[in-house]
Nanobody, 122 residues
Framework: VQLQASGGGLVQAGGPVRLSCTTS????????IGWFRQAPGKEREFVASRWWNDDRRYYADSVKGRFTISKDNAKNTVYLQMNNLKPEDTAVYYC????????????????WGQGTELTVSS
């Protein structure tokens, strides 16, 4: 499976951005797709994830109420809609696939896209 993240850029605080994770190849029904982020000098952290074949979704506390993860079945694409962005959301965002199911640990994800950089200016 291949994943490609896109949609980052420079945005002002309070603004919205939508990231896309385009997938190709087989995604097993037991898989989740997750978004993680890594800020300079920090470890990669969980942002949001969802099951490939149903609507169960999970969010980090820091983004609940501001970010929404969704999926377009026709396009095999998972989106991360980010609203009310804050400077602390600045990071490189990665999407990954965990074919064994649900986890908040990036080490459990076996396939990754290349990352897309988001900068939120104050």
């Amino acid at each position: 499976v291949q994943l490609q993240a896109s949609g980052g850029g420079l945005v002002q605080a309070g603004g919205p951005v939508r990231l896309s994770c385009t997938t190709s190849g087989r995604i097993f029904s037991s898989s989740t797709i997750g978004w993680f982020r890594q800020a300079p000098g920090k470890e990669r952290e969980f942002v949001a994830s969802r099951w490939w074949n149903d609507d169960r979704r999970y969010y980090a506390d820091s983004v609940k109420g501001r970010f929404t993860i969704s999926k377009d079945n026709a396009k095999n694409t998972v989106y991360l809609q980010m609203n009310n962005l804050k400077p602390e959301d600045t990071a490189v965002y990665y999407c990954g696939r965990n074919r064994r199911g649900y986890s908040l640990n990036w080490g459990d994800f076996d396939s990754w896209g290349q990352g897309t950089e988001l900068t939120v200016s104050s």
